[in-house]
């Protein structure tokens, strides 16, 4: 079976501090996703980045990097000189290939979340 | 461009009624999913639905939950005979199938946020 393991259940840091939030998998398929979502208190999943298992370049987008090493089996979320407005929960997910009814599809296996806290 | 939408946002319902949560997924996209969140917990899969199909149901959908997508556009998700256990944010996601256009990643509307008393 699937499983996402952040660890990190609560992170507090004040703004401008960088912060890491850690995300560890586990799955037997050789082709997989990974991703990274937010959960701002308005409680809507915001899409952050997707990166499959084939893939292990690190990627920048703004104040945000994720470091990708499939030989640990982790997926790692950096936000740098972080904001207020960063303050959130963060999930990890793993996308699990199932097949049914012929076809395949993608079944998102989400970590526990990690709340982070930016004080000004 | 909308996105996912979700009503109603809240619903508080006492114990043994039965409820309806409707979603709207992004037009062009024909897979759907529902999934349940508990508080302090990510989110867990219940159903998936492609067009109107639905194609698996996760063990934590009782019998007590049915599902609908018809004619593949918006989908329903119903509890009867609810209980404190079901309380809980219920939440739908989209993407789009194979093919060009597609994407891996799901993206979620709001929320449906149950209280049952």
């Known amino acids: 079976a699937q499983k996402v393991t952040q660890a990190q259940t609560e992170i507090s840091v004040v703004e401008k501090e960088d912060v890491t939030l850690d995300c560890v998998y586990e799955?037997?398929?050789?082709?997989?996703?990974l991703f990274w979502y937010k959960q701002p208190p308005s409680g809507e999943l915001v899409f952050l980045i997707r990166r499959n298992s084939f893939d292990e370049q690190n990627e920048i987008s703004g104040r945000y990097s994720w470091n990708f090493q499939k030989s640990t089996s982790s997926f790692n979320f950096t936000i740098t000189a972080s904001q207020v407005v960063d303050s959130a929960v963060y999930f990890c997910?793993?996308?699990?290939?199932?097949?049914?009814?012929?076809?395949?599809?993608?079944?998102?296996?989400f970590g526990q979340g990690t709340i982070l806290t930016v004080h000004p | 461009d909308t996105g996912v939408s979700q009503n109603p946002r809240h619903k508080i319902t006492k114990r043994g009624q039965n409820v309806t949560f409707r979603c709207d997924p992004i037009s062009e996209h024909n897979r759907l999913y529902w999934y349940r969140q508990t508080l302090g917990q990510g989110p867990e899969f219940l159903t998936y639905f492609q067009n109107e199909a639905q194609l698996e149901k996760s063990r934590l959908l009782s019998d007590r939950f049915s599902a609908e997508r018809p004619k593949g556009s918006f989908s329903t998700l119903e509890i009867q005979r609810t209980e404190q256990g079901d309380s809980a944010m219920y939440l739908c996601?989209?993407?789009?199938?194979?093919?060009?256009?597609?994407?891996?990643?799901?993206?979620f509307g709001p929320g449906t946020r149950l209280t049952v008393t």
């Open positions: 799955t037997r398929d050789t082709t997989y996703y």
């Open positions: 997910a793993l996308s699990e290939r199932v097949v049914a009814g012929g076809t395949s599809y993608g079944k998102l296996t």
């Open positions: 996601a989209s993407r789009p199938g194979t093919g060009k256009g597609a994407s891996y990643e799901q993206y």
